[in-house]
């Protein structure tokens, strides 16, 4: 059994010519098309989802409802973190059940009923370096659900998953911050929500 590891990076906008210049020459085959991606995360009344999430408690759980490119296919997802691992779970919901969704919340055994209360929107790129796959986020932004007010993010996000010798190259030849805040917890920090 090979090794993965999964890290998160951010990078600021004077970075992106450095990362995109590793891509040129690394020979960096783009594997899919770029997508817009919305995801509209779900809360309880008292910002559960976030606590957990932000002093680090397991289990826990990111509830949302995401799109790809088009508001045509709607789809539920769950991500759960616990001293297991990482599970993911996702539906294809139609636009019916969406609406419902959206206005009368998710009824969860964990948190109780949530609702819908941050969007995130952002632009995705895939890439691959022999067995190295690469995300690039840009252009992220973040809006309260029931506000018109778009806050923009000043950084971009990758994410690499690979095994640790290759992840090792790249942080050597590139000067990345890792990660671990999500772009779900960005959004509820520089709302100031919680």
Do not use: Q
Request: glycine fraction near 2%; hydrophobic fraction near 30%; aromatic fraction near 16%.
């Amino acid at each position: 059994m090979i090794s993965r590891l999964e890290k998160k990076y951010i990078i600021n906008h004077h970075s992106i010519f450095e990362f995109k210049k590793f891509l040129l020459l690394s020979n960096a085959k783009k594997i899919y098309p770029s997508r817009s991606i919305i995801s509209i995360y779900f809360e309880n009344l008292n910002n559960d989802c976030y606590i957990d999430t932000a002093e680090g408690n397991t289990p826990r759980k990111k509830i949302r409802i995401r799109s790809y490119n088009t508001k045509k296919n709607y789809f539920l997802e769950t991500k759960i973190t616990s001293n297991e691992g990482r599970l993911k779970s996702t539906n294809l919901i139609n636009n019916k059940k969406y609406k419902f969704l959206s206005r009368y919340g998710i009824m969860d055994n964990d948190y109780g009923i949530c609702f819908p209360k941050i969007y995130t929107m952002y632009e995705r790129s895939y890439y691959l370096i022999n067995n190295l796959r690469i995300t690039f986020d840009e252009n992220i932004k973040y809006r309260l659900y029931n506000d018109k007010k778009i806050f923009f993010d000043n950084v971009n996000v990758v994410e690499i998953k690979s095994n640790i010798s290759m992840i090792d190259k790249i942080e050597e030849y590139i000067s990345l911050t890792e990660t671990k805040c999500s772009k779900y917890m960005r959004g509820f920090e520089y709302l100031n929500y919680y």
